[in-house]
């Protein structure tokens, strides 16, 4: 399955963007979709997760009550509404999927197996 990210930009802190994860060759049934970021100069960070069939949300400490992770009905997008944006929440943002996941391994990025090009989300403060 190949994943492609979009829905980043500029926005103003306190603003809000919604970014779409979106696979093509395949559909989301069965995997973990995750979202990732990377600030400059920082190691990839989890920022939230969704299993597929279960429904089952994960969201790191840093955006839990801000941002919500969603899935379509067509089993083919993620999406992470992100909202009261930080200027610590500017990165680039990753989404990534993997079908064999456990729950000790959901927030850990070398975990998955297939990743979509990144999305700048830059806040201003």
């Known amino acids: 399955v190949q994943l492609q990210a979009f829905g980043g930009g500029l926005v103003q802190a306190g603003g809000f963007l919604r970014l779409s994860c979106r696979a093509s060759g395949g559909t989301f049934s069965n995997y973990v979709v995750g979202w990732f970021r990377q600030a400059p100069g920082k190691e990839r960070e989890f920022v939230a997760a969704?299993?597929?069939?279960?429904?089952?949300?994960y969201y790191s400490d840093s955006v839990k009550g801000r941002f919500t992770i969603s899935r379509d009905s067509d089993r083919t997008a993620v999406y992470l509404q992100m909202n009261s944006l930080k200027p610590e929440d500017t990165a680039v943002y990753y989404c990534?999927?993997?079908?064999?996941?456990?729950?000790?391994?959901?927030?850990?990025?070398?975990?998955?197996?297939?990743w979509g090009q990144g999305t700048q989300v830059t806040v201003s403060s």
């Open positions: 969704i299993r597929w069939n279960s429904r089952h949300t």
């Open positions: 990534a999927a993997d079908s064999s996941l456990i729950l000790s391994s959901i927030r850990q990025y070398t975990q998955y197996d297939y």
